[in-house]
């Protein structure tokens, strides 16, 4: 997090000067998706679908991993010393959310593969054919896939939980320093999961139960974007003037258009009516939620690394 180390040691950096930072946000957007990802066909498998075979159960992990790969890759990235990276694993702090993230990444990969064991792609299992035993084995302990549901849930929580509290630890930057942070990226990770599930859903079923489940998840992301400006508005006038980016200064037309209005408030309103049978269910409100997702990271991240203690005034 180069990017955002060097605007912290620079407090006087004029806001409207500062190049946008792609490789975090699409970090955090796809870690939030996987984590929610993980949540979802975590719980499929514990309310045992795996019985269906069209459950997305068996074809999410798999994504999840090319998703979660892609996000490491955008992470490395935006490092300033790569090459020293692996000294993030020789030693871990307690109370560093950067140790306790860096760990978390690493322990979900055997998850997933425990995940996409299961139930192999078959371009996997003609090439591996002594995946298929391993697969056997598994699918012929259903306790064991309960529980690898079971561990996928808590350790998606935590992977969400993460990537929201990743910043809000980094109080320098008094936009991100709110507690609610850590809720409202766990649950757009959670909408926007539900939104991509439900796209490539084969059973009508899951649509219908993700697009229910997404509409509440819609509605609690909403509460909590009131709270998240709430707390800034009243706490003190360098977070007054940090919550003035999205509710009228330069961040102000992608949070109000795209993360409000077309993130959330538009797609609920369509799949509202989708789930009560009024019309049918339409793939323009999960993409519309996703992009929504993808959106709020940019501005949560760059409006906040733009926000500073030290210069208040300017922060409009």
Known sequence: MNEITNTRMNPGIDPS?????????????LGGIVAGMMIISGYFLFKGRTKDVECSCFLVPFISFILLSFGMLALFLDLEHKAYVWRVYTTFKIKSPMSWGSWILILIYPILILNILIRIPDF?????????????????HPTAIKNIGLVS????????IYTGVLLSSLGARPLWNN?????????????????FVHLIAKSKYES?????????????????????????LTSTQVHISAAEFLISGNYA????VFVIGLGI??????QLYAVNNKIKHQPVAPIMVIIGGLILRFVIVNAGQASHWFNAGMLK
């Open 17 to 29: 000067l500062s190049i946008w930072n792609w490789e975090i946000p699409i970090y955090l957007f």
């Open 124 to 140: 996997l299992s003609k090439k591996l054919k002594f995946l298929k035993s391993i697969s056997l084995k598994i699918n012929s």
């Open 153 to 160: 849930m808590i350790f998606g929580a935590l992977l969400g």
């Open 179 to 195: 507690s609610t942070l850590w809720i409202l990226f766990l649950l757009s990770g959670l909408s926007s999961a539900a939104a």
């Open 208 to 232: 219908h139960l993700l697009a229910k489940a997404d509409n509440v998840f819609l509605s609690l992301e909403l509460i909590v974007l009131v709270l998240f400006l709430i707390g800034l």
């Open 253 to 256: 037309p992608l949070f109000w």
């Open 265 to 270: 408030i538009i797609p609920l309103i369509i």
